[in-house]
């Protein structure tokens, strides 16, 4: 992620949790202290999140598994805000980028400052400390965005822009700073002419300002609804939409596809120019 927070490499992927219930932490799941056998595992517990950390990355600073777990507890508490519901992370910092893959059961996690996996956040420890305050706390909120809300029956645009909105929402960066990549395209006179599809969302480092752009995009659709509509009516849609389906969902709002795009057009050269 860039100075303005434009993570969106490492977007797709961290922060994990447990959710509902109540300020506690959440309970550990059974196994998760065995990651690392022979004392080399430590655990800190914020308000209501729980940080489980490989020992190498305590020496890293002095109480940066503490932090973790601050930083977790804030972004439990803005995904809460939005959803309604308590939300409980739990995090494991693993002491690599390669031992991140193998907790995640993945070959690699290039360009990604974490991953969400079965109910828990895996952080990529190399590429999350790169990532100033804004930034840590917009992707973690993203995340646990992610594993609070579901992403099943959903086009990518909706719930990779729905975490974005959560984790923009009170990070207090102008749209143009947040959309940077976006904005240049715009000025240009270069408007997006439909929501991006799930092709405009690999990770393969290839085109990075378009993995940028994507982010962009699908965050200003989010953005349009809650400002058009309010926030609770974006709520509302996303879980209508993974129960009955994007059109049905928009359908309640008088949209169809055809014209949610035509007025997101309109927001983003508005937004941008």
């Known amino acids: 992620m860039s100075e303005q927070v434009s993570r969106r490499a490492a977007v797709a992927g961290l922060l994990l949790l447990a959710l509902a219930g109540g300020p506690e932490p959440p309970v550990l799941p059974s196994g998760i202290l065995d990651l690392w056998p022979g004392g080399r595992t430590v655990v800190r517990r914020g308000g209501r999140s729980v940080v489980v950390g490989h020992v190498s990355y305590v020496g890293q600073g002095a109480g940066s598994l503490d932090e973790m777990a601050r930083l977790a507890d804030r972004a ?71 594993v ?37 395209e715009v000025r240009a006179g270069r408007l997006p002419n439909a929501l991006p599809g799930p092709a405009a969302f690999a990770a393969d480092g290839r085109d990075p300002d378009r993995l940028a752009r994507a982010y962009q995009e699908a965050w200003l659709a989010c ?36 014209t949610l795009t035509a007025r997101w057009r309109e927001y983003v050269r508005d937004q941008l120019v």
């Open 76 to 146: 439990g508490l803005r995904v809460s805000a939005v959803l309604g519901r308590p939300v409980r992370p739990l995090v494991v910092v693993p002491e690599s980028a390669r031992e991140a893959a193998r907790l995640a059961g993945v070959d690699r996690l290039d360009g990604l400052a974490a991953v969400a996996d079965r109910g828990r956040v895996i952080v990529v420890p190399e590429l999350f400390a790169t990532l100033n305050p804004t930034g840590r706390d917009v992707v973690l909120a993203h995340e646990l965005t992610h």
């Open 148 to 184: 609070a809300a579901g992403t099943d029956h959903l086009p990518v645009w909706l719930y990779e822009g729905f975490a974005d909105y959560v984790g923009y929402r009170d990070a207090g960066l102008p749209v143009a700073t947040a959309a940077a990549e976006l904005a240049a």
């Open 223 to 258: 953005r349009f609804l809650a400002d058009r509509f309010g926030e609770g009516t974006l709520v509302r849609l996303y879980r209508e939409a993974q129960a009955a389906g994007l059109d049905r969902a928009l359908a309640s709002l008088g949209l169809s596809v055809a």
